[in-house]
């Protein structure tokens, strides 16, 4: 054979191995902690396909709240970036894979021999009638109060509030102090629903909680009446510019000494690291008191789109992302924990212990602000009902708010 033959044959068989061309991700991590997350995880795929030019197309905007309109909009106009940033449950089902927007990649999984190496009750939350759909890349979880130590050393607290009552003692004392005793952020709106799906687990608990979403619970339990009145117990102790601040300015008020505790999920964490804070010295935590016994699960996925312009590199960076080394790159950063069983564990701090030990062995509830337990419908109906709340405080109207919400919405996780 000639050689020049050859070399193309080669060069062919190089080019097909670590491939070329390019290949756009798309999430909405721009923000402290997440984009450093994701930026080490590129950095890690261009390690092994240095050929691929990874296009980071990012739109700002926690928990996605623009990003994921600029994404249904490409999806719709047949222009779908390689492979996206989906939370795992409803999110991805009802608006993507329901709609054929996605490919399956079941087989994929078990080619690369990952089929079986990720949690079954996330794999499950992954896939529509037995194909999966999307790789998780992390577990976040949601009912995490963060709080500045210096805070709570000035005001007594030596062990964690298990009780609401206890934690608006502490509260009081904050405040008393001169703090913010709770910030909140809520400018995008999603962040009160954080908050409020929290107290709605304080509630119901995990058993009724989790059955709301297969029908078999109703809203209309006292614990409905119950979660508004704990938020509204709570307002006294935000800060009055709450509805012009993000989750990061929120946590930031903690990280200047100028709030006690903020209630958010632990990509909190990631951001307190970036900003150079060590956990368990310079800031604590506790679960959102009364949902000890509750893991609630966020998880971000990537999938892969049908007509996705670069398909091969798409499938380069699932399998890439399903890898223990990236997961264990990516999660010690981005404060979650890897959603790989057999990931080092070693590589995350104290923080991140303690959650893979307690999402080892608690209950796990689906979050709605985050994708999870309820079609997008639903979560923004409740995100509008509780920040309407936070300024009238009338509960027999936020019920009716989320009466309707659910009326509106057929919530089966499929
Ligand atoms: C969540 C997402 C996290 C984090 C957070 C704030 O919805 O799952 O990874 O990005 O939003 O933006």
């Not at 290949?23 to 994701?38: A, H, Y």
């Not at 500045?148 to 964690?160: D, W, Y």
């Not at 091969?312 to 699932?318: D, G, I, K, T, Y």
């Amino acid at each position: 054979m000639k050689r020049w033959l050859i070399g193309l044959l080669v060069a062919c068989f190089a080019l097909s191995m670590f491939g070329s061309g390019q290949l756009e991700i798309f999430s909405w991590w721009t923000g402290g902690g997440e984009e450093e997350g994701l930026l080490a995880l590129i950095e890690l795929f261009n390690e092994q396909y240095p050929d691929v030019r990874v296009i980071n197309a990012t739109v700002a905007g926690g928990a996605g709240v623009n990003a994921k309109a600029v994404l249904k909009t490409r999806m719709l106009g047949n222009n779908p970036p390689d492979s996206f940033q989906v939370h795992a449950g409803e999110e991805l089902t009802d608006t993507y894979v329901i709609t054929g927007y996605m490919e399956p990649i079941t087989q994929y999984l078990k080619d690369w021999g990952v089929y079986d190496k990720f949690p079954p009750s996330i794999m499950e939350i992954c896939s529509y009638k037995g194909e999966v759909y999307s790789i998780p890349v992390n577990v976040h979880r949601g009912n995490v109060v963060f709080y500045n130590m210096a805070i709570a050393k000035e005001i007594g607290m030596t062990s964690a509030p298990r009780s609401m009552d206890e934690f608006r003692y502490y509260l009081q004392k904050a405040k008393d102090k001169g703090y913010i005793g709770l910030s909140l952020g809520d400018k995008d709106k999603w962040e009160a629903g954080h908050l409020f799906e929290t107290l709605l687990l304080s509630t119901y608990g995990p058993d009724r909680y989790n059955k709301l979403w297969d029908g078999s619970q109703s809203f209309d339990h006292y614990a409905l009446r119950k979660a508004f009145e704990r938020l509204a117990s709570l307002v006294p102790f935000f800060n009055s510019d709450h509805a012009a601040l993000t989750w990061q300015d929120a946590s930031r008020l903690v990280y200047e000494k100028r709030a006690f505790a903020n209630i958010m999920g632990d990509w909190a964490e990631g951001y307190f690291k970036t900003m150079g804070w060590e956990p368990g010295v310079d800031f604590g935590w506790f679960a959102v008191p009364e949902t000890q016994d509750t893991f609630m699960v966020v998880s971000d996925t990537f999938g892969l789109p049908k007509n996705a312009p670069n398909r091969e590199n798409a499938l380069r960076w699932l399998q890439f992302i399903a890898s223990v080394e990236a997961q264990d790159t990516f999660n010690p950063i981005k404060g979650s924990i890897p959603a790989r069983m057999d990931a080092d564990y070693s590589k995350y701090d104290v923080y991140l212990q303690w959650c893979l030990d307690d999402f080892a062995t608690l209950a796990l509830s689906p979050s709605i602000a985050h994708g999870s337990a309820a079609p997008e419908g639903f979560a923004t109906a409740m995100n509008d009902v509780v920040n309407r709340f936070i300024t009238t405080l009338n509960v027999d109207q936020a019920i009716q708010g989320i009466f309707f919400a659910a009326e509106d919405e057929d919530y089966t996780i499929n």
